[in-house]
């Protein structure tokens, strides 16, 4: 099942760099440290950066969005968040994904870009990073050919297109002889396998 209210969009950042930028959630000038005032009504425990690195004709853009996660989650999801910042690369990997949608577009741009989830860490290189209170994954569009053609396809239609991204962690059934072998969607249509809930970065408009 998703996770309740228990992560908040703060702080999106779009820019464009000679070369890509890993890790920028800790460089100096990164909103990282003033975010828990973006969340006055709530205690912000952590912070979930997901740092989109996009192919341009001179150097990268970089789409960064800066989720606060709320310290008072204790569900399931967030126990598979924790298990996922403290896990190795290949936990990871096998885990991260994204849901698009494109709201506002061409039916070509629609069709192109779709609606399945994709488990990431199988179509482009991800990277993962942790500093004081945030961890971060760097998703490398630019290291799948098929990934950056539909990039800049994207691109080529951007004033006239709202593109939603949902990103989740994917539950998985647990290596136990009581699991479920065969987890089934629940009826919002997010995996759940075992007592372990999908975690999901809400979508919103930052403060």
């Known amino acids: 099942m998703p996770s309740g209210q228990g992560s908040r969009l703060l702080a999106v950042e779009f820019f464009r760099a000679p070369a890509p930028v890993y890790d920028v959630a800790g460089r100096p ?18 912070t979930f950066v997901v740092n989109m690195v996009l192919p341009a004709a001179d150097g990268v853009y970089q ?4 989720y606060g ?3 008072d989650e204790r569900s ?14 290949a936990f990871r990997n096998a885990r991260f994904k994204l849901i698009p949608s494109v709201e506002v577009g061409s039916w070509f741009v ?24 945030y ?31 949902a990103f989740v962690i994917e539950a998985q059934p647990a290596s136990n002889p009581n699991s479920n072998p065969n987890p089934n969607p629940n009826p919002n249509g997010w995996v759940t396998g075992g007592s372990t ?5 809400c979508r919103g408009n930052p403060n």
């Open 76 to 89: 399931g999801a967030a126990k598979l968040l924790k298990r996922f910042c403290s896990g190795s690369d």
């Open 135 to 165: 961890f971060e994954v760097d998703v490398d569009c630019n290291s799948s050919p098929a990934a950056g053609r539909v990039v800049s396809l994207v691109k080529s239609y951007a004033k006239s297109l709202v593109v939603d991204l």
């Open 197 to 201: 809930a999908d975690y999901r970065l």
């Open 63 to 66: 789409l960064v969005m800066y």
């Open 110 to 133: 629609k069709k192109a870009v779709g609606s399945r989830p994709a488990i990431l860490g199988k179509a482009v290189k991800q990277r993962f990073s942790k500093g004081k209170g």
């Open 29 to 46: 000038g990164a909103p990282t440290a003033t975010l828990g005032a973006r969340c006055p009504d709530a205690s912000l425990g952590s």
């Open 69 to 71: 996660i709320l310290a």
